[in-house]
């Protein structure tokens, strides 16, 4: 199973994924303070970012199916939130400053980790400063986030194999059973690690 | 619950990100000058498992699905310090990696969710456990304190988003809050079935102190003050400018009943609701709060009869399951 999907492309080659992590990473930084920090922008800013944005997806060479479909994930959540400003004096300008905004910052974080890999990322974040026990937490997450998600996906084929049927007022019991021993392999499988770690060195 | 980029203003963003830091920084210094390098790993991978966690779709009524926050659940197995720090790894690998909440909201999304919720959720669980002192005492004071803790999360954020003038309060509190007084009733029931599991299989967590793992803390009082302190800072700051608006609903019903007869004008010449910008919004935020004290009481109970169906569910299925071994998942 791929459990890729969300920076699938964060490993392929263009012009983008060249640059170094930091400099993409701080350009995101500026794009997303120049689209959120000014109350009320000018048109032409949002304009301009809009525009650089697209230029820059041309660039990267992600498919553009692939862009709108992670956008129109989030897309929802952004209008359910925004349209709770409907509900107030001057609502409906606040409401579609607020989509724009936030619209502007995903396309940017969906660039960034779609045109970056997360090592490097991390790499960015050690290099300034942030504690290393913090980044190494980060680190173990994202490499074993795809081994419990497989290993999920093994207990509930296990179980589905198993039994006939779909019982409704059972699945939360089921589910929460797998959510339980989930836990349970990751204290286990941390032991390993730990002591495969420390024969290696690390404390 | 996720803030997304955009609808937060500069003074919010710089005031809830450095409550966060705070927080982070004295649980990494727990962590450092406390605990053994052990954790580290141990760490890591419980943010992944709650990572994946938080994918796991549980079905509600036609089609609509939700899934845990994991915040009462992670600091009940871990520790209350512990689960800040997997939160908040958590919450900025979602935001980079998913795009889920903003980069630069990052900084109230850490703090609602992974220290009002933890810390308000594990003071809950503490309080009641403390309480309801029979073996199953911690899945009652779990199970309420997930709901609390789903609930006081969606009001720090409620009150972020209209200290930044993006949705009013009275109109953002109903709405937020009501719906996670009701998304809170499925975290309860979610942490007390996953902790029954856990409990099940391990029996030992059951009967351990702090949940196993976590380490006895050395000055219990100065972690009280400290995250005490961060978190009446952060109620101070987004909610209780709005909060004290609630008695708006009761005077609209003091002057209805007569209550203020010597006012300098007589109700039936200035309409009672006249300093309302949108009528009856203003009370539908004191109903909003009387349904989450009503709703709180409710909780408690259900969490009660929960724990002690699941605590004698769980003790009947061990006895057969040691006859049945082929039965276990």
Redesign the interface.
Known sequence: MRHDY??RYSRIDSPVHRQPAAIKAAF??VM??I???P?HPPIFIFAGVAALLLALIAASRIPVLFFLK?LLF?EP??LT??A??L???GGFP?FL??V???T???VT??L??NTTP?HE?LRVLRRVHV?S??V??????????F???DE?QR?RR??QSRTFGKR?EG??????????????R??E???R??AA?SARG?? | MHIPDGFLDPKTLVAASALSVAGLGRALWVLRTRMSSRKVPLMGLAAAFLFVAQMINFPVVGGTSGHLLGAVLVSVLLGPSEAILVMSVVLIAQAFLFADGGVLALGANVFNMGIAAVLGGYFFYRLVAAVVRTEYGKLVGAAFGAWASTVLASICCTGELAWSGTVAWSVGFPAMTGIHMLIGIGEALITALVLTAVYRARPSLMSAKDGGTAEPSAKPFAGLLIYGGLITLGLVLFVLPFASKWPDGLEKIAAVVGFDAKAVSPPFVSSPLADYRVPGVGSLSAATALAGIIGAVLVFTVSFILARALHRKSSEDGAGRRRRPGSRI
């Open positions: 969300w920076d995101a930084l997303i303070l689209t959120v920090i109350p992670r989030f959540f952004i939130v925004a709770l400003a509900f107030q004096p606040k400053t607020l724009v905004k936030s502007l910052s995903l974080v969906i960034l980790s997360f990322l504690p026990v913090f190494t937490m980060m680190a173990l997450m994202y490499r074993y986030i081994v419990l998600a999920t207990m296990a179980r409704r699945t939360w019991v089921f589910l929460s059973r797998i959510v339980g021993q989930l836990f349970l990751s204290t499988r941390a032991e690690i730990y770690m690390w404390k």
